[in-house]
Each structure stands twice: as structure tokens, then as C-alpha cells.
């Protein structure tokens, strides 16, 4: 299953961090020097949950986001279940 919040569509996302090399200053050495780039990757925060719908008496299973439950929380299971087409 690909890493994507069912609710508000967060998928993995790719970018870079600065690689730095050398020793700081302050610890004895003549400073950092930005060498290059490498890519990396930035991950949604993702959870298998088990919503319970009280409009259809029942649980569905959702992989959401952290964000994902606090609008779930906020506008309710039904509506935002509806909203994204999983109900």
C-alpha cells in the first residue's frame, strides 16, 4: 500500500539537505563548508486507524495523517469520510 493519507491527500515528497563537511570553530577546526546536496525524502505521519461512523453504525478503515484525524475530529467522521469519497 503507497504512503498516502486517505483524508487530505499527503504523499511522500522529495527534497534535499545541505551536506556540510568539515570541523566548526568553535570546536577546533577552520569551519564548515557546504560541499554539496543529497536528496532525501519527507514522509507523511501516517496511521492505520479504525474510524467509527455513527451515521452507518459501523467502523471504517482508514491510513490517515496526524493532520488527517484532527480534521476528522473537527468536522466529524461522516462528513469528512464523505467529503474525500470513502464512504
Not at 491527500?9 to 527534497?15: C, Y
Not at 543529497?38 to 451515521?55: A, S
Amino acid at each position: 500500500m503507497s504512503r498516502v493519507c486517505s483524508i487530505t491527500g499527503a504523499r511522500v515528497r522529495s527534497g534535499r539537505r545541505i551536506h556540510r563537511s568539515g570541523l566548526a570553530k568553535k570546536k577546533g577546526g577552520v569551519g564548515r563548508h557546504v560541499t554539496k546536496t543529497v536528496k532525501r525524502q519527507f514522509k507523511p505521519n501516517l496511521r492505520e486507524k479504525r474510524v467509527w461512523v455513527p451515521e452507518l453504525g459501523r467502523f471504517v478503515r482508514v491510513k490517515v495523517s496526524a493532520r488527517g484525524l484532527k480534521t476528522i475530529n473537527k468536522n466529524g467522521a461522516f462528513q469528512t469520510l464523505k467529503k474525500a469519497g470513502l464512504v
